[in-house]
């Protein structure tokens, strides 16, 4: 069983940048895919982006090109650097990961077998 744990939220002001850290505890991210959710108030949880095992990654449009996911070398610790950050970027962000080799959808949650708590972004303006 996996467990994971995501660390580096915080308030920002709009236009500066967080990097997001997922530590994997009884495995790693070797194998699988590790995807980010984000969550704001009274909205479903959305798609942000996705690493699979293979190195190949996927974005959200509304991300693409401020945001950057990957893997540390270790495989033990996810990432997720965001620049340029807007008041819409504002939302509680979760890590989550597939099972090994599990393929399949990587852009909704249904995708994703495990998951970290999830951590505060505030954007101020």
């Known amino acids: 069983q996996v467990q994971l744990q995501e660390s580096g939220g915080g308030l920002v002001q709009a236009g500066g940048s967080l990097r997001l850290s997922c530590a994997a505890s009884?495995?790693?991210?070797?194998?699988?895919?590790m995807g980010w959710f984000r969550q704001a108030p009274g909205k479903e949880r959305e798609f942000v982006a996705a690493?699979?095992?293979?190195?190949?990654?996927y974005y959200a449009d509304s991300v693409e090109g401020r945001f950057t996911i990957s893997i540390g070398n270790a495989k033990m610790t996810g990432y997720l650097e965001m620049n340029s950050l807007k008041p819409e970027d504002t939302a509680v962000y979760y890590c989550?990961?597939?099972?090994?080799?599990?393929?399949?959808?990587?852009?909704?949650?249904?995708?994703?077998?495990?998951w970290g708590q999830g951590t505060q972004v505030t954007v101020s303006s």
């Open positions: 009884g495995g790693t991210f070797s194998s699988r895919a």
């Open positions: 690493v699979r095992s293979t190195g190949t990654t």
């Open positions: 989550a990961a597939k099972r090994i080799l599990g393929g399949g959808d990587y852009f909704t949650s249904r995708g994703y077998d495990y």
